[in-house]
């Protein structure tokens, strides 16, 4: 009894260390490229998509996301931002246009050496879906009559 009990155990501890040879951490070829990255981020959480890898984390006091090729390339990232972290150009374009007008749902979208961000603005009669670079030009996405 105890001989096969022995041989039982020996068994599940070979099944288990070849279980995991070879396996990537994470289960996904996006988590090298994240490591390299984006050390030093928390609450980690995947997402595999049809065509993209997504992961949510916290860094700097920042919740971003991050989106990956299946292959593990970065495609991009997205954080909220508000009014005040924008750059100046993209400020004064909107107080420019806008005026006074609320602005919500603020995103700083990343991909490269490029940047834009994606907002609401309220006027009067409109609400705007917008994507500003960060040079200042501005696109209106969406247009909804209130």
């Known amino acids: 009894m105890k001989r ?38 928390t609450n980690v959480k995947w997402t595999e998509g049809k065509d993209v890898i997504s992961v949510s984390f916290v860094l700097s006091d920042s919740r971003i996301i991050a989106y990956f090729t299946n292959e593990g390339d970065l495609l991009g990232t997205e954080r909220n931002v508000l009014l005040n972290q924008l750059p100046l150009a993209v400020v004064r374009e909107i107080n420019n246009r ?8 603020i995103i700083e979208y990343t991909s490269g050496v ?20 960060s040079e200042g030009e501005v696109t209106v996405e969406k247009r909804t009559k209130k």
């Open 4 to 41: 096969s009990i022995i041989v039982f155990s020996a068994i599940l501890i070979v099944i288990t260390a070849t279980a995991f040879v070879g396996a990537k951490p994470g289960g996904n070829p996006a988590e090298a490229t994240f490591q390299k990255e984006f050390s030093g981020a």
């Open 98 to 105: 806008y005026g006074n007008a609320p602005i919500a749902d």
């Open 114 to 133: 490029n940047t834009f961000y994606g907002m609401y603005v309220d006027t009067p009669t409109k609400h705007l879906k917008l994507k500003i670079s």
